[in-house]
């Protein structure tokens, strides 16, 4: 397993802001990831966390609105820009530690999350 | 295309009851893996589970048991003797690679 810590755990934030989000985990992991969950809704995958590349978003999330950095094996970075109200969510971020294969079917550890507020 | 359907969005129980969470799946892989999480109110999702699609044995732990069967395209969750900790919202995720898929998730409401 691995632990997860990210912060901030919550913000409230201006409209047109932009906040940046840490992940931190205990160990060195393959394949880190970041999602959203909208109020009592399920998660989506926002785009995954490549190490000194660019990260491989998901159909609907761009780069210049969720810029992600990926400096090393343990740490990653998403940025929520130029918010609106309907960036309100959770944002979290996994972790698969390395597995034989392409990963298929790794185990995924989240942290707690970060809980934003856009007014 | 790939889709996880819990189609209970919420359920209560009263303590000590029996609880049965549904999961219905669709992919074409015939490799693939199905997993359980927990998401209490704090937010973090924890692991529960995952199976992998060669294997329809149905496993125990302590209170909690999955069955798994290929034929239904089902992986349901039940938790015995439910207690008020095991209120959460679980979601069913289903990954053909390292991808998840997962569904709208089932609020369970455990009763003192």
């Known amino acids: 397993s691995a632990v997860i810590s990210q912060k901030p755990s919550r913000d409230i934030c201006q409209r047109g802001t932009s906040l940046t989000i840490q992940c931190q985990v205990d160990?060195?992991?393959?394949?880190m990831f970041w999602y959203r969950q909208q109020p009592g809704q399920s998660l989506t995958l926002i785009a995954t966390?490549?190490?000194?590349?660019?990260?491989?978003?998901e159909s609907g999330f761009v780069i210049d609105k969720f810029p992600i950095s990926r400096p090393n094996l343990t740490f990653s970075t998403l940025t929520v820009s130029n918010m609106s109200p309907e960036d309100s969510s959770i944002y979290l971020c996994?972790?698969?530690?390395?597995?034989?294969?392409?990963?298929?079917?790794?185990?995924?550890?989240f942290g707690a999350g970060t809980r934003l507020s856009v007014l | 295309a790939q889709k996880v359907t819990q189609a209970q969005t919420e359920i209560s129980v009263v303590e000590k009851e029996d609880v049965t969470l549904d999961c219905v799946y669709e992919?074409?892989?015939?490799?693939?893996?199905l997993f359980w999480y927990k998401q209490p109110p704090s937010g973090e999702l924890v692991f529960l589970i995952r199976?992998?699609?060669?294997?329809?044995q149905n496993e125990i732990s302590g209170r909690y048991s999955w069955n798994f069967q290929k034929s239904t395209s089902s992986f349901n969750f039940t938790i015995t003797a439910s207690q008020v900790v095991d209120s959460a919202v679980y979601f069913c995720?289903?990954?053909?690679?390292?991808?998840?898929?997962f569904g709208t998730g089932t609020r369970l409401k455990v009763l003192a």
């Open positions: 966390a490549n190490q000194g590349s660019e990260a491989t978003y």
């Open positions: 996994s972790v698969a530690p390395s597995g034989p294969g392409q990963g298929a079917g790794n185990i995924q550890y």
């Open positions: 160990s060195q992991v393959t394949m």
């Open positions: 992919t074409r892989d015939t490799t693939y893996y």
């Open positions: 995720a289903l990954a053909g690679t390292y991808k998840y898929i």
């Open positions: 199976r992998n699609s060669f294997d329809e």
